[in-house]
């Protein structure tokens, strides 16, 4: 019922919206909540469990019942609070966890069942068959489980990440936060001031007292344009600060246009910030928390302040008839505006017998409280009992009180636990819980509207001391300041079902139940009747949970404790966290000067570390991989090959000491390399476990530029950057990945310098450029740099152009080679070109082998110290036991090998005390005529010749192979000197 | 959690590199005995509370830093360039 002349909506906009298909009016300024109750509909939803109908209890974000789904297909957003989701026009919203519909819900016999349904009933019921558990029980779980539903469409819609740094970070925006926020505004700091609500003001927009001469809504809304026309503030509406975090972090959800419906036009749906703030002021507020009686939960039975919010904010009485409830003076409060509305108050019954209220023009109850209720799926009467019996009274509203609740979630996010008060009956937050942040006003426990601005203010001087900034003189302005007194109310006693918790639909009974049961504890006493779940997380209930716990075991409250607070505050969307990081933006992506041709050539691209790389160039008639494969093995083998090797780390490394770096990282040594000359160096960590390989060059006296894995580049770099910081500072050597500065190509095969010396401005031959040759070139006019290295057993090169050049050379390097009977090779080719020719990759060097089991022992010098050496040499490290680098080919009837399987000896069973090693690599050798392998088998240089068992478990395979050599190509290796 | 790193100023801790106890810095010489490389590679303390790490700043500048800090209420107290701190040990 829209009560005329009240409220902060707008009337001259009219919206119309649809609720379960039926549609409706409301006013810009509404909530789906309040419109609906203007339209005088109660009914928003059906309990999780028992499927009772229900209503909203709250007009916020700790709403339990008034969950509703907006929107359909792929963009569907279930489980969003009716008493927080704007309307706009053309809304679509509908009801859930009910079949075929809210108003007759099939489901609602599991409220028949209730006896049988209370606390523990999962436990007890789906213990056993066992094998009943996957077949029966599970799929009744899952189907009866959840609220609202996903589309199931993969949703296009914009969600974005962000960061933001502040001074101070004020969390919440009613009279506390805006006098905190004003003062240090106006005091030169740099604010945030976040509130989850749409207006900011807080209870301000929702109470009827006045602050100076005007409305706390007026007073709020001038504060709030001061605010927003300083440089040194922000305002985040619709802000939910979720959780604090170490060192003055904060996240936020900020809900960016789910008001507008729009999509599109840059806008995401909802923003997740991350806020590096100096100093954080909370001011949070409280949330009422209702009281257990019998059947407490029909629809137009919500919490006092709510009705007071509908009808101060939104101008709507949730009820023609309305009765009020409660065990504090608070909730008077309601009463008397409802009164002064012009809406009919039927009662207001307060627990407390010394209760006094002034200018009560309607029946006061004292010493009385509501024992039941009457109605199904609206409210239609109350039975209340007072000292002279029990009576009914007529009502279609009822707004109880249990009191107020500190809403003291962030202070617990670090581990932190709240303070009893029982002057106030509730818990409040302890000091210094979260460092750099000041508690103020409702949430820490002070509830006059004088109080919280003062509160305010003085956090702001706080923080301002903080931070070092003089605190500017702030009057503060007129304002009531109203004692708060209670008396405990938790449950009124009596039969039938009490809830506590209208989210899981936990009742009184249940919580005794646990206690009962010997789940005392409160933790216990949550996971067994589930209280405190869901998207409200016991925003409600918490608290008059652990009292009937508490009065059930016999302790006091402060002994039962609380359950652990966690964010996010209120439910963040994965969406909203995960923002950016689907599809493309899950890793960033690497390329190539060379991707770009090796689309254009079909080439199906693979991921290496972040980088692409194509995997083979099709042909046309090709039908699969092997024979592309196979065909640009052969370019190698036999004319000449070209491949992007761009992708390998490249450090360039300069300075005196540069050499002493190369001789401290590596096994081997580099400052005896000559210049001009490439070498192949081992690096082990200090564990003494391989760490990379690579080439080093070295270009002049005090000059060398490393290669690295493509996929240890970082780790190498990060490596060179320990020892030279925190071993060897006194080091004068700098470097630098040079990575993606240089195009770098392999040209391998005997047509290699051929093809090279048709480019080359200088031409070059065996005595010139020998194998391990390095240095300057100029390759069609630009300067470069050619290695003679080889990765192949080939007579190949390395050429290095900057990387503007790239693809120019690559697609000119192709085009010759494909003129001399060769052409562009891919990662399959290359990786069968290095089996044939034993050379490692990090398939072998995978973190657990040594220098000793790569058969690589000789590289360690001997005659300095480097990374790795003392623990090298450790026996365990050197043991002839341990498994060794062996090749390996198929000889039984099965001429496959794959990698990953597992070695055994003839004759034994495949079973774990017999394994012997493993096949690290494989590939099909178009030379040999057969898979080759590499693996590591125990004491495998021993064992050449030999025929073991392969066994691959997860693919099915098994055959007989014999170890070998890991060289199968040119194993006198006279080619790559040619 | 964010980092004062000595050269960048206050980073998120999603720009560094979290290596472990800043005993690192502390190389035993090659025949300083078993014992002595053992502690080095293999021992750690694991302290409720003050401890001294060593962090990359692997997405800003590249330093090496020694972070004191406290394992129980995740305070950093101090952060200086393990170069620093290395010079100071010779």
């Known amino acids: 019922m829209r009560i005329d002349g009240k409220g902060l909506i707008d009337r001259s ?9 039926k549609s409706y009016r409301g006013f810009a300024g509404d909530t789906v909540a309040s419109a609906l109750l203007a339209n005088e509909v109660k009914l928003m939803g059906r309990s999780f469990k028992y499927h009772r109908p229900r209503g909203a209890l709250t007009a916020g974000s700790e709403e339990p019942n008034a969950l509703i789904t907006v929107g359909k297909g792929a963009q569907q957003d279930p489980n969003v609070r009716a008493t927080v989701q704007e309307l706009y026009e053309g809304l679509v919203t509908r009801s859930q966890n009910a079949w075929p519909s ?17 606390a523990g009933f999962y436990y007890k019921t789906f213990m056993w068959p066992k094998k009943f558990w996957e077949a029966v029980y599970e799929p009744i779980i899952r189907n009866a489980a959840g609220l609202g539903a996903l589309g199931g469409a993969t949703n296009e819609d914009d ?99 789910h008001h507008t419906g729009k999509r599109g036009g840059g806008a995401p749906m909802e923003t997740f910030w991350r806020i590096s703030t100096k100093q954080a002021i909370l001011a949070a507020g409280a949330i009422e928390r209702p009281v257990a009686f019998r059947n407490n939960d029909r629809p137009g039975i919500m919490t006092a302040s709510a009705v007071r919010s509908y009808l101060n904010r939104w101008g709507v009485s949730p009820g023609k008839s309305v009765t009020v409830f409660g ?187 646990a206690a009962t049961e010997n789940f005392r504890s409160v933790e216990h006493m949550k996971r067994y009747t589930t209280q405190g779940m869901a998207t409200d997380q016991g925003k409600n209930s918490n608290v008059g949970a652990l009292a009937v716990l508490a009065d059930a075991t016999g302790r006091g409250i402060p002994e039962t404790g609380t359950t652990t607070f966690r964010p996010p505050y209120s439910p963040v969307a994965i969406a909203a966290m995960g923002a950016g990081a689907q599809g493309k933006g899950f890793a ?155 195009a770098q190509f392999a040209v391998a095969g005997p047509k290699s310098r051929e093809l090279l010396n048709r480019l080359l401005e200088t031409e070059i031959d065996n005595e010139s450029w020998p194998f391990m040759a390095c240095g300057p070139a100029k390759i069609s006019g630009v300067d470069g740099r050619l290695f003679r290295i080889s990765f192949s057993g080939e007579h190949a090169y390395e050429v290095a152009v900057p990387a503007r050049y790239g693809a120019a050379l690559f697609d000119l390097l192709v085009e010759r080679a494909n003129q001399m009977g060769g052409g562009a090779y891919g990662m399959e080719a290359l990786n069968v070109l290095r089996i044939e020719k034993g050379f490692l990759t990090h398939a072998e060097i995978e973190g657990r082998a040594t220098a000793f089991d790569i058969g690589m022992q000789g590289m360690m010098s ?37 990698a990953g399987a597992q070695l055994y000896p003839q004759g034994a069973d495949a079973v774990a005390n017999n394994l012997e090693g493993h096949i690290s690599s494989v590939g099909f050798s178009p030379d040999v005529g057969t898979f080759i392998g590499m693996g590591f088998l125990k004491r495998g240089r021993d064992r050449m010749g030999e025929v073991i068992r392969m066994v691959d478990h997860v693919r099915g395979l ?21 | 959690m964010r980092i004062e790193c000595p050269i960048c100023g206050s980073r998120d801790r999603r720009e560094f590199y979290y290596q472990g106890a800043a005993v690192a810095l502390d190389r035993p010489a090659p025949d300083a005995g078993e014992a002595a490389w053992d502690s080095y590679v293999h021992l ?44 100071a040990m010779s």
């Not at chain 1, 906009?13 to 298909?21: E, I, N, R």
């Not at chain 1, 409305?215 to 927003?228: C, N, R």
């Open chain 1, 13 to 21: 906009k009219p919206l119309s919206f649809s609720f379960d298909g």
């Open chain 1, 102 to 118: 809210l108003d007759f819900d099939v489901m609602a016999v599991n409220d028949l069942a209730a006896p049988f349904l209370g």
């Open chain 1, 159 to 257: 969600y974005e990440r962000a960061y933001a740094y502040c001074d101070l970070l004020v969390i919440g925006a009613g009279p506390t936060g805006l006098m905190a926020a004003l003062t240090a505004a106006r005091s030169g700091a740099d604010v945030i001031l976040a509130d989850e609500d749409a207006v900011m003001g807080g209870r301000l927009n929702a109470e009827t007292g006045k602050i100076g001469h005007q409305s706390g809504a007026a007073w709020a809304a001038e504060v709030l344009a001061e605010l927003g026309a300083m440089d040194n503030v922000r305002l985040m509406t619709r802000t939910t600060v979720t959780g604090a975090y170490d060192g003055g972090m904060y996240g936020a959800l900020e809900r960016v246009n």
């Open chain 1, 327 to 513: 065990n504090n003076d608070d909730a008077h409060r309601t009463a008397l505006d409802l009164s002064a509305a012009g809406v009919r108050v039927a009662a207001l019954i307060d627990s407390r017998h010394d209760a006094a209220i002034e200018g009560a023009d309607f029946p006061v109850y004292t010493g009385a409280e509501v024992c039941n209720t009457g109605g199904r799926k609206e409210l239609e009467s109350i039975t209340i009992r007072t000292t002279s019996g029990e009576q009914s009274i007529q009502t279609d509203c009822l707004a109880m009180s249990g009191g107020w609740n500190p809403t003291v979630h962030l202070t617990c996010h670090m581990n932190g636990r709240p303070t009893w008060r029982p002057d106030i009956q509730a818990f409040v937050p302890t000091e210094g819980m979260i460092p750099d942040m000041t508690v103020a006003g409702a949430c820490n426990g002070t509830f006059s509207t004088h109080g919280c601005l003062q509160d305010g203010a003085e956090a702001a001087k706080t923080a301002l001391a903080a931070l070092g900034k003089k605190p500017a003189d702030v009057a503060l302005p007129e304002a009531e300041d109203a004692p708060y007194t209670l008396s405990p109310l938790w449950a009124v006693a009596g039969k039938g079902r009490a809830w506590l918790d209208f989210q899981n639909d936990v009742s009184v009974k249940d919580v005794k139940q």
């Open chain 1, 588 to 742: 960033p992506q690497r390329m190539t000067t060379s991707h770009k041709a090796s689309l254009r050539m079909n080439a199906p691209m693979i991921e290496a570390g972040l980088w692409y790389r194509p995997s083979y160039f099709p042909k046309s008639g090709e039908t699969n991989w092997r024979q592309s494969c196979d065909r640009e093995v052969g370019y190698v083998r036999n004319a000449v090959g070209v491949c992007d090797v761009s992708t390998l780390g490249k450090i360039d490394i300069q300075g005196p000491d540069a050499a002493a770096l190369l001789d401290f990282c590596y096994t081997n040594m580099f400052s005896t390399l000559k210049e001009g000359r490439v070498r192949y160096g081992l690096m082990l960590r200090e564990d003494g476990y391989v760490l990379d390989d690579g080439t080093c060059a070295r270009l002049g006296e005090n000059h060398y530029v490393m290669t690295t894995t493509t996929a240890a580049a970082g780790l190498v770099m990060r490596h060179l950057d320990f020892v030279t910081q925190c071993l060897h500072p006194e080091w004068q050597v700098s470097f630098t990945s040079v990575t993606e500065q240089w």
């Open chain 1, 862 to 898: 001997q005659k300095k110290d480097f990374i790795g050496k003392t623990m090298a040499a450790r026996p365990g490290l050197v043991d002839e036991d341990r498994p060794q680098l062996v090749g390996l080919k198929p000889v039984g009837a099965v001429k496959k090998l794959t």
């Open chain 1, 958 to 978: 098994e055959t007989d192979v014999e170890v070998c050599n890991t060289v199968f190509v040119d194993q006198e290796g006279e080619r790559v000197r040619g």
């Open chain 2, 44 to 87: 750690r303390e694991n302290p409720a509370g003050e401890t001294r790490d060593l962090w990359h700043h692997e997405g800003g500048c590249g330093s090496w830093l020694v972070v004191t800090r406290d394992t129980v209420t995740h305070a950093v107290h101090k952060v200086e360039l393990a170069s620093d701190v290395k010079g």
